[in-house]
C-alpha cells in the first residue's frame, strides 16, 4: 500500500517551452501533497504544499507563476513548470499524506528528471 | 527555526560493520521525525516515524531511536544492499505537515 507514481519519470525540454509533472497516489486519497526539488549531491527543498480543492502554498522564493501547481482530485496533483530555462533542471519529488490512519507521515513518488536544453 | 543535522556526511563500511547515523534537531514543538532512504536516481522510501523521546522502532537489519535532541539510526550488519543516502526529517506540530529535510548520510557497504 501507500504507492505514489509519478509521470513521466524523465522529460527533456527546450527552453522556453512548458512541463507538465503528474503525481498520483495509486492506492489511497491525499488529502495534501507536496512537491520538491533536488538538485545533485543535495537534500530535498519543499517547494510548495498542495491541498485538493484549494490553492497551493508556495515556499518562500518559490515563483507561484513560474511553478503552477493543480491538486484537482484526491489522487492526483499536477506541476507545471513554465516557460523553462535550463536553470530549471533538476529533480521533482512529489509527497503525498494518506489520509486514513498515519496522517504524519508522507510517502513519496519516484521523481521526474527534467532537463532543460 | 527548525534544524536538521545530519552526521557523518558520508560513511564507508565492510559489509557486516555494524555502525549509526546520527540525525540532530532542532525544532520548537515536535510532531514526528522520519528516516527514509534513498537511491540514486529515486525518491524517498519510507523506513520510520518516530513520535516521541524514547521510542525505537526496528526493520530487519535497521533499528531507529529518538531522545529530545537526536536521532539514530542503528545499521547492524550491513549488507552491500545498505547502499543508499539515508534521510531524516522532522515535522513541527505547527508546520502543516511540512517536512524539514537533512542533508543526508550517504552510506556504501563493500562486500
Known amino acids: 500500500g501507500a504507492v505514489v507514481s509519478q509521470h513521466p519519470s524523465r522529460v527533456i525540454c527546450k527552453s522556453g517551452t512548458s512541463v507538465k509533472i503528474e503525481c498520483r497516489s495509486l492506492?489511497?486519497?491525499?488529502?495534501?501533497m507536496f512537491w520538491y526539488r533536488q538538485f545533485p549531491k543535495q537534500s530535498l527543498m519543499l517547494m510548495a504544499t498542495?491541498?485538493?480543492?484549494?490553492?497551493?502554498?508556495?515556499e518562500q522564493g518559490v515563483e507561484k507563476d513560474k511553478f503552477l501547481i493543480n491538486h484537482a482530485s484526491l489522487t492526483l496533483s499536477t506541476l507545471t513548470v513554465t516557460s523553462a530555462h535550463p536553470e530549471d533542471s533538476s529533480f521533482y519529488i512529489c509527497?503525498?499524506?494518506?489520509?486514513?490512519?498515519?496522517?504524519?507521515?508522507?510517502?513519496f513518488g519516484p521523481g521526474t528528471r527534467l532537463t532543460v536544453t | 527555526e527548525d534544524q536538521v543535522t545530519q552526521s557523518p556526511e558520508a560513511l564507508r563500511l565492510q559489509e557486516g560493520e555494524s555502525s549509526s547515523l546520527n540525525c540532530s534537531y532542532t525544532?520548537?514543538?515536535?510532531?514526528?521525525l522520519f528516516w527514509y532512504r534513498q537511491d540514486p536516481g529515486k525518491g524517498p522510501e519510507f523506513l520510520f516515524t518516530?513520535?516521541?523521546a524514547g521510542e525505537e522502532k526496528e526493520k530487519e537489519r535497521l533499528k531507529a531511536t529518538l531522545t529530545k535532541k537526536e536521532s539514530f539510526l542503528h545499521i547492524t550488519a550491513p549488507k552491500p544492499e545498505d547502499s543508499a543516502t539515508y534521510l531524516c526529517?522532522?515535522?513541527?506540530?505547527?508546520?502543516?505537515?511540512?517536512?524539514?529535510f537533512g542533508a543526508g548520510t550517504q552510506v556504501v557497504v563493500t562486500p
Open positions: 492506492d489511497f486519497q491525499a488529502t495534501t
Open positions: 526529517a522532522v515535522q513541527a506540530t505547527d508546520s502543516w505537515g511540512k517536512l524539514q
Open positions: 518516530l513520535y516521541s
Open positions: 498542495s491541498n485538493e480543492g484549494s490553492k497551493a502554498t508556495y
Open positions: 525544532v520548537s514543538g515536535l510532531r514526528g
Open positions: 509527497s503525498a499524506r494518506d489520509r486514513r490512519d498515519e496522517p504524519y507521515e508522507q510517502y
